[in-house]
Each structure stands twice: as structure tokens, then as C-alpha cells.
């Protein structure tokens, strides 16, 4: 068992993925991980993942394309570390996230902190992610609009433990992970230390892209339905 595991997803990531990568294992110790699936990318993602060639990497490379949701799921059952966070492909992690993060859940069960949004020229857009997504602290109110951002997010394994695996049928991995905590009351702590340079982009993989979603009310209502089931169902 090792302290970190960093669990990141990449598809078609090439033109980001290396400045990500190099930003996070400076942060890490030699008994740290890195886990990457990479769910079938196109282009050179996987070569330049390789290339790095360290050992705290390890690289799961899925036979066929099964979606962000089953590929997070995945790496995640595989991950060994005591802390788990999130991260996106296309981000910058700033100095001192780990150290910062893994001082919160020395207390609480889940971390979740600020960040610069930033253009796919690395130029800051004078906006964080609290100023437009500040966590609530009630699960009503977080069931009604997400307002956790996954790369954002650390937390303690045994908040993780007893929902893997995910399970297809939930909408986003970070939406289901803070409700199951706000659900059973862990412990959580909202940093407002900047702590990551947020990519926004045409081609990023999460909903909260350009901060709203396009999906049809049926499929909205759907997706809380499903997190208000497993939230409270999940075992």
C-alpha cells in the first residue's frame, strides 16, 4: 500500500498531458503512484506517457473504448494508495497541492480546493472555480447543481471503499463521491487556496467544461435520481 495514488484518464490528451504529468511527480514521493488509463486514445497519448518512463507510473490501456465513467471506475479499483485525488488530463497542478491536501486529511475525509481557470494557452481567465462553482455543504443543494470538481478533489481510501465499483449508471464519478460524503456526514474541507490551473477547452471530457450542460431534462432528472439511489442504497 503506498501513501498517493494520483488517478488520472486521458483520451486523445496529447497536446496537454505531458505539462500535467511533470507538474504532479515532483509532488510525489518514490513510494507515491501515478495510475493512467488511457481508454483507446488516437493520437500520441500513450507514446508520450510512456516516454516519461517513471516507475510511479503505471499505464492501463483499455482494449476498447468504454467512456469516462467505466475508465475512472477502473483505475480507481486498481489504485493503492491511502489518499486518493482526482486529476484531468489537460490541468497544472501549482506547487504544494499534495502537501496542502494531504495536511486536510490528516482531519477530514475529503478535500476540496480552489483553482485558476486557464485557456488551452496556459493565459489565466481572472476566474476560479469558487467564484463560480463554491461547494455546498448540503446535500440537497449539491443533488440540485454539482458544484464539485473532481480534479479539485482528494479524499481518504475508506471513503472510496465501499462505492467500487461505481457502476455504470452514475452520471459523474466526482458527483457521486462528494454526495456519498455529504450523505454520511464525512468530514470535509473546502480550501480556497488556488492549488491547480484549470484548463477550459473545446475538447475537455468533463461536464462542467463551459460550466453548464447541454443534456436533455430527462436526462438531467435521470442522473439525480441515480446518485439519490446510490447515495442512499449503495451497499
Given at each position: 500500500?503506498?501513501?498517493?495514488?494520483?488517478?488520472?484518464?486521458?483520451?486523445?490528451?496529447?497536446?496537454?498531458?505531458?505539462?500535467?504529468?511533470?507538474?504532479?511527480?515532483?509532488q510525489?514521493?518514490?513510494?507515491?503512484?501515478?495510475?493512467?488509463?488511457?481508454?483507446?486514445?488516437?493520437?500520441?497519448?500513450?507514446?508520450?506517457?510512456?516516454?516519461?518512463a517513471?516507475?510511479?507510473?503505471t499505464?492501463?490501456?483499455?482494449?476498447?473504448?468504454g467512456?469516462?465513467?467505466?475508465?475512472?471506475?477502473?483505475?480507481?479499483?486498481?489504485?493503492?494508495?491511502?489518499?486518493?485525488?482526482?486529476?484531468?488530463?489537460?490541468?497544472?497542478?501549482?506547487?504544494?497541492?499534495?502537501?496542502?491536501?494531504?495536511?486536510?486529511?490528516?482531519?477530514?475525509?475529503?478535500?476540496?480546493?480552489?483553482?485558476?481557470?486557464?485557456?488551452?494557452?496556459?493565459?489565466?481567465?481572472?476566474?476560479?472555480?469558487?467564484?463560480?462553482?463554491?461547494?455546498s455543504?448540503?446535500?440537497?443543494?449539491?443533488?440540485?447543481?454539482?458544484?464539485?470538481?473532481?480534479?479539485?478533489?482528494?479524499?481518504?481510501?475508506?471513503?472510496?471503499?465501499?462505492?467500487?465499483?461505481?457502476?455504470?449508471?452514475?452520471?459523474?464519478?466526482?458527483?457521486?463521491?462528494?454526495?456519498?460524503?455529504?450523505?454520511?456526514?464525512?468530514?470535509?474541507?473546502?480550501?480556497?487556496?488556488?492549488?491547480?490551473?484549470?484548463?477550459?477547452?473545446?475538447?475537455?471530457?468533463?461536464?462542467?467544461?463551459?460550466?453548464?450542460?447541454?443534456?436533455?431534462?430527462?436526462?438531467?432528472?435521470?442522473?439525480?435520481?441515480?446518485?439519490?439511489?446510490?447515495?442512499?442504497?449503495?451497499?
Amino acid at each position: 500500500m503506498c501513501k498517493v495514488s494520483v488517478v488520472m484518464t486521458s483520451y486523445n490528451g496529447e497536446a496537454f498531458i505531458e505539462k500535467q504529468i511533470r507538474s504532479i511527480l515532483p509532488q510525489l514521493s518514490q513510494a507515491d503512484e501515478l495510475i493512467i488509463g488511457d481508454d483507446c486514445s488516437g493520437d500520441r497519448s500513450v507514446e508520450i506517457i510512456e516516454s516519461i518512463a517513471d516507475p510511479r507510473i503505471t499505464l492501463y490501456k483499455n482494449e476498447k473504448n468504454g467512456g469516462l465513467n467505466r475508465n475512472i471506475s477502473q483505475i480507481l479499483s486498481r489504485s493503492r494508495g491511502d489518499y486518493i485525488f482526482l486529476c484531468d488530463q489537460d490541468d497544472i497542478w501549482l506547487p504544494g497541492k499534495v502537501h496542502c491536501c494531504l495536511y486536510s486529511l490528516k482531519t477530514d475525509d475529503l478535500v476540496i480546493h480552489n483553482a485558476i481557470f486557464i485557456d488551452q494557452n496556459d493565459n489565466p481567465l481572472n476566474e476560479t472555480t469558487f467564484q463560480r462553482f463554491f461547494p455546498s455543504s448540503s446535500y440537497l443543494n449539491n443533488l440540485i447543481s454539482n458544484k464539485y470538481i473532481g480534479a479539485c478533489m482528494a479524499f481518504r481510501r475508506t471513503l472510496l471503499t465501499p462505492l467500487l465499483p461505481l457502476g455504470d449508471n452514475i452520471p459523474m464519478h466526482d458527483w457521486y463521491i462528494a454526495q456519498h460524503a455529504l450523505r454520511y456526514g464525512k468530514k470535509i474541507k473546502t480550501e480556497r487556496k488556488e492549488l491547480i490551473l484549470y484548463r477550459r477547452h473545446r475538447g475537455n471530457l468533463s461536464a462542467t467544461a463551459e460550466g453548464k450542460s447541454t443534456a436533455s431534462l430527462f436526462t438531467k432528472l435521470k442522473w439525480r435520481y441515480d446518485i439519490l439511489r446510490k447515495t442512499f442504497f449503495y451497499n
